[in-house]
């Protein structure tokens, strides 16, 4: 999915009109949503992942696991999906992941786990995501 650029949001005071409170405090405050609580951590519905913010493709269903962390994982984004920041908050080296479209936080990838032969997790908050079902899903 396309998505038309010139139709985002400019400012912080305009993206917290479009989303709800939880959404801008996760999406564009970088923050985390209560592990086991996001609608998609149990999910299994074959579709794509898009941004919530934005609407940009991210992530395939194919490439979603069970890491048992409490968020959604998957071990692979969409070509082009993600941009990637260093994360020096809380005492730690994370890579933080954000939307390439509309620059809104969405979790973080952790690679060395060896969860899946990719050996990445990216651990995404529901609340950053919608989830498209695959036709006859």
């Not at 650029?5 to 405090?25: A, G, H, I, Q, Y």
């Not at 395939?60 to 082009?80: I, M, R, V």
């Not at 509309?102 to 990719?118: A, N």
Request: glycine share 8%; charged share 25%; proline share 6%.
């Amino acid at each position: 999915m396309a998505v038309d650029k010139s139709t985002l949001p400019t400012t912080e005071d305009e993206w917290r009109v479009r989303l709800s409170p939880e959404e801008f405090r996760v999406l564009r405050q970088a923050g985390t949503e209560a592990p086991f609580t996001g609608e998609y951590v149990d999910t299994k519905t074959p579709g794509l992942y898009h941004c919530r913010a934005c609407g940009a493709e991210l992530f395939s269903s194919d490439t979603k696991f069970d890491s048992h962390c409490g968020w959604p994982s998957f071990d692979e984004a969409l070509p082009g999906a993600i941009r990637y920041v260093e994360d020096r908050s809380h005492g730690m080296v994370r890579v933080e992941v954000r939307c390439a479209v509309c620059d809104s936080h969405l979790g973080h990838r952790f690679d060395g786990e060896h969860y899946t032969p990719k050996n990445a997790r990216y651990c995404i908050n529901s609340v950053s995501m919608t989830l498209e079902p695959r036709a006859g899903a």
